[in-house]
């Protein structure tokens, strides 16, 4: 859909702005295209998870809406998002475990996910948008296949699609310098959460067998999640804007009934857990090379112990992430791509609900979790101006 998009662009929409009308009307919204080419280049990158604490990629709204969301009524936004990261350090707390690399014991979780996201601008503040997102994941250990034997499992396929729908607050002559979205989404359960890969080294004789895959490469939660999301953008001096976005999703269904194959009872059976993620920084694009902008900001994701509706039994890994973020982006025309590079700082895995319930005066349980040093997430996003399907139109 990209590519099929960007050759359009080469091939039919750039000529035609290169005709002194569309010169005309473009060269109006110079001011309101620096506007967009910042919105583009730093708000796609809200995606998530980062190990074995299982937030779903980009669970939130805001950075497919972002990727068009200074949008003229009529106009459209298509994008494709992808992520990836290796995660393998195993934190108890904030504590690290560096023993489980130099054993050979740690779990590596290679994870890749692809959103196509479209969006719409119904007014001049009220936008919709469609998220459609693909996995691929990876996950190698030996304590699963029964820690005699390192051997990998894997899922694969579309995962829990997500829609909403925001309001920008202000409008005209107010919104000149900048804007503050809010959003309105849910996360449908449309991505296998019982997804199964074979295990080796299997009970009594050591026979494969097909069990669920772990929790952290699960396509899905199970659960109809509810998204409460925010964006920003504002002009804080010549080509300087300072950015913000995050999201809270709501996860009311406590367990999903797919089995973990952990030995604990009160584990036995996956949690939806709640998500929540934010990010703010500056954003710098330079006059000198039209289109480049340079991003460097910090964000945290997580998710909690306890959700906000519903029950929080079930095994789950909470803990958040917080890392710094820079990110780099190239606008040519109607067309961004954008490439951002979290690096983790802070790692926590904080004590579950289950954690909790199986501690003793004597013994304080609380499980690990792995955790990736950085995310690689790039975008490629094609922003359709009404003015240009106009003059298709007319031909």
């Known amino acids: 859909m990209i590519l099929a998009g960007i050759s359009i662009y080469l091939s039919y929409v750039k000529p035609l702005l290169d005709c002194h009308l569309l010169r005309f009307i473009l060269m109006k919204k110079m001011i309101l ?164 890969s074979t295990f080796y080294n299997q009970g009594g004789e050591g026979l494969p067998e097909e069990k669920t895959v772990d929790q952290s490469i699960q396509l899905g939660d199970g659960g109809t999640g509810i998204i409460l999301d925010f964006q920003g953008l504002w002009n804080i001096g010549g080509t300087n804007f300072w950015y913000y976005d995050g999201f809270y999703m709501l996860s009311p269904k406590e367990t999903n009934g797919t089995p973990t194959n952990r030995r ?39 998710i909690p112990v306890h959700d906000v509706i519903g029950g929080s039994e079930g095994f789950r890994r909470p803990g958040y992430i917080i890392s710094v973020e820079p990110g780099v982006s190239y606008m040519k025309g109607n067309v961004t791509g954008t490439l951002n590079v979290p690096i983790a700082l802070w790692r926590n895995r904080t004590q579950s609900v289950t954690d909790i319930e199986n501690s003793t005066p004597d013994e304080v349980v609380h499980g690990d979790a792995a955790f990736a040093d950085y995310l690689i997430n790039f975008s490629l996003a094609w922003r359709i101006p009404k003015k240009v399907k106009e003059v298709f139109h007319s031909l």
């Open 264 to 302: 604990r009872e009160n584990e036995s059976i996956m949690s939806v857990p709640d998500q929540y993620a934010v990010r703010t920084g500056v954003f710098r694009s330079f006059e000198k090379i039209h289109g480049l902008g340079l991003s460097l900001g910090g964000r945290m994701e997580g």
């Open 33 to 196: 295209s620096g506007l967009v080419a910042a919105s583009l280049g730093i708000l796609p990158a809200l995606s998530h998870a980062q190990g074995c604490v299982a937030i779903r990629q980009f669970s939130g709204l805001g950075n497919a809406v972002g990727q068009g969301n200074i949008l003229n009524q009529g106009e459209w936004n298509i994008s494709a998002n992808y992520r990836y990261f290796k995660s393998f350090r195993h934190f108890r707390g904030t504590h690290e475990e560096p023993n489980r690399i130099e054993d050979g014991t740690e779990v590596i979780n290679h994870q890749h996910g692809l959103d196509i996201n479209v969006s719409y601008a119904f007014t001049e503040r009220i936008y919709g948008i469609v998220s459609l997102p693909f996995q691929y994941n990876e996950r190698s250990s030996l304590y699963e296949h029964g820690r005699t034997e390192r051997h990998t499992t894997y899922s694969k396929g579309f995962s829990d699609m997500r829609i909403g729908a925001g309001y920008w607050l202000l409008s005209g002559e107010k919104a000149k310098k900048g804007n503050t979205a809010i959003g309105l989404g849910l996360k449908f359960p449309t991505g296998d959460y019982a997804a199964t």
